[in-house]
């Protein structure tokens, strides 16, 4: 669960670790994630939109401060990209399978557990 005192230490392929922290937490709104990356500064904000129906948009903003943040970041743009490319559907997966799952529990239904019609 995410809260305002929420910290995250990532471990990077390479080997890395980098600790972020909250910086902001606006429930339903935004939160976001400040860190170092190297020598830089890191902010992710994820900004959130309520859409029609039971949708949400999720907006990521990644800012970075320090010596070559304007270089690095083109290409920590890619890769971060790329990372998202695979990571959003699985996230979506996921949420699907979980909300499927509470909802069959809600329903006293069993996963994969179909309905007849006469």
Do not use: C
């Amino acid at each position: 669960m995410v809260t305002p005192n929420s910290r995250a230490t990532l471990l990077l392929a390479n080997g890395l670790r980098s600790t972020y922290h909250m910086i902001e937490f606006h429930p339903l709104r935004n939160w976001k994630w400040a860190g170092p990356f190297l020598w830089l500064r890191i902010e992710y904000d994820h900004l959130l939109e309520s859409l029609p129906g039971d949708s949400t948009r999720v907006t990521f903003v990644v800012d970075g401060e320090g010596f070559g943040s304007s270089l690095i970041g083109r290409l920590f743009t890619i890769v971060y990209n790329r990372n998202l490319d695979r990571a959003i559907p699985a996230l979506t997966s996921e949420m699907n399978q979980l909300a499927s799952r509470d909802n069959n529990q809600a329903t006293g239904r069993r996963a994969g557990a179909r309905s007849l019609t006469p």
